[in-house]
């Protein structure tokens, strides 16, 4: 019995170092992804106006379709979410007040971390999906800057955003990228298409705002970035065909599918989607209605970064 024990003993004492080492290594990788820096990409100084209507274009992104306040809530505070083993996720408090950007946050900051998803000490964000952002023209940036400069600011303290032990060996396999590590830093940003209800401005708006759940075909499938947890994102080629432009912004406002059924809020955000006029609601409708129908989950945002 005694050699027995002694075996078991030794046994444990190698895997419990096995494990030791393994998630110092975990640990290690994950910290050296996460510390990477990319000191030679800048941000962009665009020229931001202040008169109303700028400002007014600015509020209208964020909290519409623009979906910014799906992330930082409405009033732009930030919000957190125990994900458990994964991670604790936090979006950052991005008004000026305590606890947000600081007094000498610059447009150059912003188009760092919203188009190339870098902050400001140059290491890559995760969760902030600069990937299809980096599609919104220096008009839309400079007004959503303006916004910033003048909503009203929250003191909200917010801790940092956090990958537990799950989402670190995650990390480290490659089924989680830092935004900086997929962006395209040489993307041209486009021109914003005159802003009316139209299929070009419905494009500009989608790039936007749905691109990133809904995959760069709208064939839907998993959410990339999402909870866990979340229901795959519909494929909007298909979906669309039942909508008319009418019961397309009901849904927008509502979340009430055209067959009567209710979205789960949580992964489609309704909440802030609902804030679309009606001609962005129009200008939507006409592009993603007119998509040509694609098979369901026929792309993958993972498998794209992956190749590129």
């Keep these: ?58 509020r209208q992104l964020m909290r519409g379709v623009g979906t910014c306040g799906a992330c930082h809530g409405l009033d732009l505070s930030g ?37 190339h998803g870098i902050k400001r000490d140059k290491t890559g964000a995760l ?13 839309d940036l400079a007004a959503i800057y303006a916004y910033l400069k003048t909503a009203p600011k929250v003191d909200k303290e917010r801790p940092n955003f956090s990958l537990g032990p799950i989402g670190k060996m995650v990390l480290v396999q490659g089924g989680l990228l830092t935004e900086a590590a997929i962006t395209d830093h040489n993307f041209k940003s486009p021109k914003r298409p005159e802003i009316a209800p139209t299929a070009e401005y419905g ?16 064939s839907g499938g998993k959410v990339f ?3 866990p947890k979340w229901p795959s994102a519909a494929n ?23 067959d009567g059924t209710v979205v789960d809020t949580l992964a489609m955000p309704i909440y802030a989607t609902k804030f679309a006029d009606s001609l962005e609601m129009a200008a939507l409708f006409s592009y993603l209605s007119a998509l040509p129908e694609q098979p369901d989950s026929s792309f993958s945002w993972h498998e794209y970064f992956s190749k590129h």
Aim: hydrophobic share 40%; charged share 15%; net charge neutral.
């Design 79 to 115: 919000q957190e979410q125990d994900m458990g083993p994964f991670a604790y996720y936090v979006a950052p408090n991005i008004t000026f007040g305590k606890g947000g950007l600081p007094a000498n946050y610059s447009i150059q900051d912003l188009d760092l971390i919203v188009r």
């Design 127 to 139: 969760i902030m999906p600069s990937f299809h952002l980096n599609r919104i023209s220096d008009e």
């Design 236 to 258: 909007l080629t298909k979906h669309m065909k039942h909508y008319t432009n009418e019961s397309f912004a009901h849904f927008l406002k509502t979340g009430v599918r055209a």
């Design 225 to 227: 970035e999402g909870d």
């Design 1 to 58: 019995m005694k050699p027995f024990l002694k075996w078991l003993g030794i046994a444990l004492g190698i895997l419990v170092l096995v494990l030791v080492v393994f998630a110092g290594y975990i640990f290690w990788q994950a910290s050296s992804i996460m510390s990477q820096t990319y000191p030679d990409i800048k941000g962009k100084n665009i020229y931001v106006p202040s008169d109303s209507a700028t400002v007014a274009r600015g």
């Design 203 to 218: 494009k500009y708006l989608a790039e936007i705002a749905c691109m990133g759940c809904h995959a760069q075909n709208y």
